[in-house]
C-alpha cells in the first residue's frame, strides 16, 4: 500500500530558506498529486500548494512568488520524489507541514482543496518549519 514520507524541516531565520521533500511509495502508477498543507498550533490546516495531472500547480495566495513545488522525476523505478522550495520564509509560516497524496488522475485545483481531509488519500508523518524573526 501507499506510503509517504516527508522531511526537511527545520529552524531559520525570516528569509532563509528551506526546502522540504516528500517520498511516496508503494504506487502501482505515478500519476498522483501531490501537495503539501500546514498547521500551526491552534490554528486550522491550511493548504499550502499541490501539482497535479499535466504539470498543474496550485498555490496559497499567501505563498505565491516565496514557494514552488516540484517533481523529481529521476526516479524510475514507481516512486515519486517531491519538493517544495520555500524562500523568503516568514514568522507566520512557522508549522508543522505535512505531504499529502489526496487522490490521482487529478489536476490540481481539485487536488488542492482535498489535501487537508484526512479521510481521503495519505499523508507524511509532518516535518516542524520554525522561522524567527
Known amino acids: 500500500h501507499m506510503q509517504v514520507q516527508d522531511s526537511g524541516g527545520g529552524s531559520v531565520k525570516a528569509g532563509e530558506s528551506l526546502r522540504l521533500s516528500c517520498v511516496v511509495s508503494?504506487?502501482?502508477?505515478?500519476?498522483?498529486?501531490v501537495g503539501w498543507f500546514r498547521q500551526a498550533p491552534g490554528k486550522e490546516r491550511e493548504s499550502v500548494a499541490a501539482?497535479?495531472?499535466?504539470?498543474?500547480?496550485?498555490?496559497?495566495?499567501s505563498v505565491k512568488g516565496r514557494f514552488s513545488i516540484s517533481n523529481d522525476n529521476s526516479s524510475k523505478n514507481l516512486t515519486l520524489l517531491l519538493h517544495l522550495q520555500m524562500d523568503s520564509l516568514k514568522p507566520e509560516d512557522t508549522a508543522t507541514y505535512y505531504c499529502s497524496v489526496p487522490c490521482q488522475y487529478c489536476a490540481a485545483d481539485y487536488c488542492y482543496t482535498k489535501l487537508t481531509q484526512q479521510h481521503i488519500g495519505y499523508w507524511g508523518q509532518g516535518t516542524q518549519v520554525t522561522v524567527s524573526s
Open positions: 501539482l497535479g495531472r499535466s504539470g498543474t500547480f496550485r498555490y496559497a495566495d
Open positions: 508503494g504506487l502501482d502508477h505515478k500519476d498522483y498529486c
